[in-house]
């Protein structure tokens, strides 16, 4: 049995449940006990919260582990293990892995390795369509059998309306959403950064704002059609929140995320950190960072409840897949144990809203992938609930990714100066990251 652990004194925010209080938390057999004032647990391992917010493990609607296929870039118990660190005690794991869970066995095997390797909940997003290919669609109701908890062939969007159509529909027959990278591939075409101002000042091909536009008006069009669940992956522009917004007030089933990169960064990050525009191929991620305008419209949507979620995308890479010129770099930010940070910087600004934040980090992403019903008391802090964070909002860090759990250290944010610092994490009810806040 596990023991008592009694997290004292911090500032307990539960979004789900209304709490914002001085309260502590106490964890009793692997789950959350009780909440309240001055809880008293003689013999009680304690985190001492004093000067923290303590709030529950945050939920990642989208991240790419990596393995099977790709563990060069990462696997299942690094990039878990980063998660932790970050603060992530559930992460949606998206398919494009080599092989792609597209059929039930596939989904097996994963989820084996999940059950041996992972240190966090990892939850599997199967394919759309076949090997990730966009032209023949995958058994979704086999898939959902196998515990997938929505649909993605996500680093690709699905390019074919009728096939969007279909999936749309038979994902909404069996009650899962699809996570749609919303983007026009023959519109881009050779793009490799947002097109604009630096895109021309570098000399470098761009994807046009436009072709993320257009394919989440499809989008939301098919799933108008077809009654399905769509969620918008990683939106990027201004539009591309105004077009969401007009879709929920008309009652559609439409929802999205941003991620902590976009609320952080534009399209100057591709010029690196020093005095001289140079090429940073970190700063190469899909869909592209935008304009200043676009970044600012990306917090006004999570200030004000358009956008349901803070998804990572976390993407690691290996050395080499960075370490070449800009057309060549893979797309992807290594960004589990840099996201609290980001977020909590932009906080600290006045720019975006904590409790928003801290909302799109638990409750928020539970209602878009419907987890209430998987996994009892996620995203909250209620008895019965498994996972707590407790961080520190005003500690100033800076980013060295040398010190990452990641096995990528692929990040434009090297060097920089980050708010927000991860002090413990309890994961499915075991206190499984605190370097230094416990006493027994
Ligand atoms: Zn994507």
New binding site residues.
């Given amino acids: 049995m596990t023991g008592q652990l009694l997290i004292a004194g911090g500032r307990v925010i539960d979004p789900a449940n209304g709490v914002d209080g001085k309260l502590d938390v106490l964890i009793e057999g692997g789950a959350v006990a009780a909440v309240g004032a001055a809880l008293s647990a003689p013999g009680a391992r304690r985190v001492d919260a004093h000067g923290c917010i303590v709030t529950p493990g945050f939920i990642d609607l989208h991240a790419h582990l990596r393995e099977p296929g790709f563990e060069q870039k990462g696997t299942i118990a690094t990039e878990t293990l980063a998660a932790l660190r970050g603060g992530f005690t559930t992460v949606c794991a998206m398919p494009n892995t080599m092989p792609a869970p597209d059929s039930a066995p596939v989904v097996a095997a994963l989820l084996e390795r999940i059950a041996r390797d992972a240190v966090v909940r990892v939850l599997p997003i199967g394919c759309v369509t076949r090997r990730r290919e966009g032209h023949e669609l995958a058994d979704l109701a086999e898939l959902a059998a196998a515990g997938c908890i929505a649909f993605s062939d996500?680093?690709s969007p699905v390019a074919d309306g009728r096939l969007m159509r279909n999936a749309l529909a038979l994902a909404g027959a069996v009650g899962l959403p699809i996570s749609e990278?919303s983007d026009d591939p023959v519109l881009n075409g050779d793009g490799v950064m947002h097109e604009g101002r630096v895109s021309e000042r570098l000399g470098l091909a761009g994807q046009p704002a436009a072709a993320e536009i257009a394919a989440i008006a499809r989008n939301i069009a098919l799933c108008e059609t077809t009654g399905g669940r769509l969620h918008i992956?990683?939106v990027s522009t201004a539009r591309s929140v105004e077009l969401v917004a007009d879709a929920k007030a008309r009652g559609l089933a439409v929802t999205c995320e941003v991620t902590p990169s976009h609320l952080l960064l534009t399209e100057d990050a591709v010029f690196g950190p020093g005095p001289e525009p140079a090429y940073d191929t970190n700063a190469r991620i899909?869909p592209p960072l935008r304009t200043e305008a676009d970044r600012r419209a990306l917090l006004r949507g999570v200030n004000d409840g358009v956008i349901d979620a803070i998804a990572t995308?976390h993407a690691p890479h290996a050395r080499e897949d960075k370490l070449c010129e800009f057309d060549f770099a893979a797309p992807g930010i290594s960004c589990f144990e840099t996201a609290l940070g980001s977020i909590g910087l932009v906080v600290s600004r006045g720019e975006l809203d904590f409790a928003r934040a801290l909302a799109a980090l638990t409750s928020g992403p539970v209602r878009v992938f419907g987890l209430a019903a998987r996994v009892p008391g996620i995203g909250t802090l209620s008895v019965g609930a498994r996972d707590v964070v407790v961080f520190d909002p005003e500690a100033r860090w800076t980013v060295d990714v040398a010190r990452f759990a990641s096995k990528g250290k692929n990040s434009p944010l090297q060097g920089h100066g980050l708010c927000g610092e991860i002090r413990a994490v309890v994961a499915g009810g075991r206190l499984a990251f605190a370097p230094e806040a416990v006493h027994a």
Avoid: I, R, T
Wanted: charge should be negative; charged fraction near 30%; glycine fraction near 14%.
């Fill in positions: 996500d680093g990278h992956a990683h899909n995308d």
